[in-house]
Nanobody
């Protein structure tokens, strides 16, 4: 498995969850990111991180609440989600970019993991 997301589940509004993405070593020099897709909606950008963790990008809707980070030695990428809101409910996908940088654009992502479901109750 090249990218495998885990950590989804049920949380209450105001609570927290931590998602993790186990990546193949081949992505250690690629940027990576998280996207999410709610029922009936398009997949949207959540957060991205460059190959060395030096640059991060966040969607405005999660800025200040979510934190993305990666461990290149372990080949993992995590998304710490705090102050969860019902509108954060979605399937979350981890992905790797074609290059070393972070990106908001789906077109820059060349490999995708399966989704992990996050449900936030009000």
């Amino acid at each position: 498995v090249q990218l495998q997301a885990s950590g989804g589940g049920l949380a209450q509004a105001g609570g927290f969850l931590r998602l993790s993405c186990a990546a193949s070593r081949r992505f250690s020099n690629n940027g990576m990111g998280w996207f999410r897709q709610a029922p009936g909606k398009e997949r949207e950008f959540v957060a991205s991180i460059s190959w060395n963790g030096g640059y991060t990008l966040y969607a405005d809707s999660v800025k200040g609440r979510f934190t993305i980070f990666r461990d290149r030695l372990k080949n993992t990428m995590d998304l710490q989600m705090n102050s969860l809101k019902p509108e954060d409910t979605a399937a979350y996908y981890c992905a790797a970019t074609r290059g070393a940088g972070s990106s908001r654009s789906r077109d820059e992502y060349v490999s995708w993991g399966q989704g992990t479901l996050v449900t936030v109750s009000s």
